[in-house]
């Protein structure tokens, strides 16, 4: 890397703290009113993906499910298996059932690209009219879909061609694309293209924690860069194959990606942390949320990785932002680190089962950034692992409530996702976290679907919005 341009980078990490300030939250009832605050047509769901609710998959993850890392250490806590999951993949009016009693008026699910192309070439035909049909009952039940075609799972035959660290994955999966919206596009305007392209390079390439399990951010940064193409590519298949303006507004399509945004909080003033917490926001948060603006990838860890090209397609592909936010991290400055820091959470700050900051300000804060950038936003998903389902009414309740805030203040904020409908697969930490707002009891047949607490609080701002969730 050139020395200035490093200079350029290092002078905006110290110079500029990328988040605006948290609002305070509390202070008055911001759920009241719900409808004057938000726009017409808001979208109020749950979000969901294949692998962790569908059940009896076959794909790079369940080949990773079955190992360990080099030190003994399986793969996935407690050696838990994806396996049957919530069996979703056979109850699909049971779960439609769930978002009537809630609410709902948006359901997020991914299609599952090992099962629609098991081998390369093949199309199961079967599978890909029950995902048409899925998309049919939940428009029909008043349920606006939003699709996923790429949630972190590869074919077989895709990872062991190197999946993200093969060129050929990016034409791959547009070619998968081109076919699902064709497939869908009748009844599916809402795409999402690729969810958390940033945790995907960070948990499979540098962290080592997801497939392929890799510790190398030179990898990291080539894959992030590849999905960014692949989401350009997809974008281009889908605006040509699907026409058909499924829910009326004008559109065929309106293409995102769900970009996992995480507030990266210097643990100090000392310049050192603000420069490594500046880097880490840029690489993880600013690479994807700037590319449809510039049509370009820059991506940079100094001294160790560049990528700085330009994308055709890239420019203008995204026709909203997709949010999913979770929590903050206080970053400490660790040079020996692959990451070049650690992470942690103050000993005085409330957490999560998975010890993850409760930090409601920052969905504020990260609606108020990139809702300035001028496109529509939609919250992709938020939620929270509690087991005892009594911290997450809380949880709802002051997230929405800063999503409100930041409304108000004119950020053009469209939908809300809460991650997640039922209790589901949470990748390496197995079956254990619970984020659904109905409880699964995994060890019954019908894998029973039980409403938590925060069912009501979701309720209550389904009616806010005008909208009528069913008796149960
Ligand atoms: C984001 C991912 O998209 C989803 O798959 C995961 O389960 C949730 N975060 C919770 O970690």
Redesign the pocket.
């Known amino acids: 890397m050139n020395i200035a341009r490093l200079a350029r980078l290092g002078y905006a990490a110290l110079t500029r703290d990328p988040h605006p300030p948290p609002c305070v939250l509390g202070a008055e009832d911001a759920l009241s009113s719900l409808r004057s605050a938000l726009p017409a047509g808001f979208l109020l769901g749950t979000a969901t993906?294949s692998h962790?609710i569908e059940g009896g998959l076959d794909n790079d993850w369940t080949d990773w499910e079955r190992g360990a890392h080099p030190g003994g250490e399986p793969h996935i806590k407690d050696r838990a298996v994806s396996g049957a999951a919530c069996d979703s993949w056979s109850r699909i009016d049971e779960d439609i059932g769930l978002m009537r009693r809630l609410g709902a008026n948006a359901y997020r699910f991914s299609v599952e690209w090992s099962r629609l192309e098991p081998t390369e070439g093949a199309w199961n035909e079967d599978a890909a009219d029950r995902y048409l049909a899925w998309a049919n009952a939940l428009r029909a039940a008043g349920i606006e879909p939003m699709v996923t075609i790429h949630?972190?799972t590869l074919p077989r035959w895709v990872a062991t061609q190197g999946g993200w660290m093969n060129d050929r994955t990016i034409e791959l999966l547009a070619a998968f694309a081109r076919r699902v919206a064709k497939k869908l596009g009748s009844a599916v305007d809402l795409w999402c293209t690729i969810?958390?392209p940033s945790?995907v390079a960070a948990l499979s390439y540098v962290k080592g924690i997801f497939p392929p399990g890799l510790e190398d951010p030179r990898i990291a940064a080539h894959v992030m860069a590849r999905m960014l193409k692949a989401h350009a590519r997809m974008t281009e298949a889908i605006r040509e194959v699907d026409t058909t303006d499924a829910d009326g507004d004008g559109r065929a399509t309106r293409i995102g990606i769900?970009h996992?945004v995480r507030i990266f909080q210097p643990a100090t003033r000392s310049p050192l942390d603000r420069l490594v917490a500046g880097l880490t926001d840029r690489f993880f948060n600013e690479a994807v949320a700037s590319a449809p603006f510039t049509g370009r990838i820059e991506l940079a860890i100094p001294g160790v990785v560049e990528v700085d090209e330009a994308v055709p397609g890239l420019l203008g592909s995204f026709d909203y932002m997709g949010i999913?936010y979770?929590t903050r991290d206080h970053v400490k400055a660790d040079l020996r680190d692959p990451a070049l820091s650690k992470q942690f959470v103050p000993a005085d700050r409330p957490v999560n089962d998975l010890g993850w900051e409760i930090y409601p300000e920052g969905l504020y804060q990260v609606l108020k950034r990139y809702g300035a950038l001028g496109l529509p936003v939609y919250v992709t998903?938020n939620?929270i692992p509690d087991k005892s389902g009594d911290v997450r009414p809380s949880f709802l309740r002051s997230h929405f409530e800063a999503l409100v805030r930041a409304a108000r203040e004119g950020v053009d904020v469209r939908g809300y996702f809460h991650?997640s409908l039922l209790d589901n697969f949470?990748?390496a930490e197995g079956y254990e976290p619970r984020?659904g707002l109905f409880r699964v009891d995994f060890d019954s047949p019908d894998k029973r679907r039980s409403p938590t607490p925060a069912v009501e609080t979701f309720q209550e701002i389904a009616r806010g919005l005008g909208l009528e969730p069913e008796a149960g």
């Open positions: 993906a962790q949630h972190f969810n958390e945790v769900a996992h999913n979770y998903e939620g991650w949470e990748w984020f």
